[in-house]
Each structure stands twice: as C-alpha cells, then as structure tokens.
C-alpha cells in the first residue's frame, strides 16, 4: 500500500512557476505508476501528466506538453511536476495518483491510490 502527500502549490502570477512534490510511503513505492491530475470546481479530474515505474513513457496532456515536467525519484521515494509559464487556466487542485503498475496510465480510473490534491492558483 502507498500513501502520498502533495506539496508546493500556491499563488503564483501568470507565467511564473511552481514545482509540486508527491511523498510516497510505502516500500514498493519504486514499482507504482505515477500520474498527476487536476480538478476545477467545474471541471471534472483531468489527466496532466504520468510517469511509468521506470522513469520512462512520460506522458502529458496536450494542454501541458512542453511547459510541465514529470520526474520521480525514487530513492527519495518523491515525485515532481515542475509547471512553468503557468497560465490562470492551470488554476486547480492539483492530484498525484499511483498506480501497482508498471506502465502509468491516462485515466483517473486506472490509479488505485491518491493524494489529498494541493491548490495551484494563477493571477493573470
């Protein structure tokens, strides 16, 4: 079983930066899946980003793809999302979610375990 524990959201003005941290516990932390979502009050979760168990087959949604970086580090059990060039409609609650898989996936269904999220809000 693993838990996780989201950090590093905030304020930050439009086109600025933040990187999120996930702490895992669990020992077989290293084996899970990783993926990041976010979630509006009128938005449903949505995919942003995933990282197999590897490090490898990142993923992201096109709306992120080249301003956000997923990275994991697994010996200090902890995985990343640096977002630049941050925009007012990266405002959300932002989600880590793993998964007992090798491979990640895109859907929210497909994680077994979450974080409680940490709010990202962008003032244009």
């Known amino acids: 079983q693993v838990q996780l524990v989201e950090s590093g959201g905030g304020l930050v003005q439009a086109g600025g930066s933040l990187r999120l941290a996930c702490a895992a516990s669990g020992r077989t932390f290293s084996s899970y899946a990783i993926g990041w979502f976010r979630q509006t009050p009128v938005k449903e979760r949505e995919f942003v980003a995933a990282m197999s168990w590897s490090g490898g087959g990142s993923y992201y949604a096109d709306s992120v793809k080249g301003r956000f970086t997923i990275s994991r580090d697994n010996a200090k059990n902890t995985v990343y999302l640096q977002m630049n060039s941050l925009q007012p409609e990266d405002t959300a609650v932002y989600y880590c979610?793993?998964?007992?898989?090798?491979?990640?996936?895109?859907?929210?269904?497909?994680?077994?375990?979450w974080g409680q999220g940490t709010q990202v809000t962008v003032s244009s």
């Open positions: 979610a793993g998964r007992n898989r090798p491979r990640s996936a895109l859907v929210a269904a497909s994680y077994e375990y």
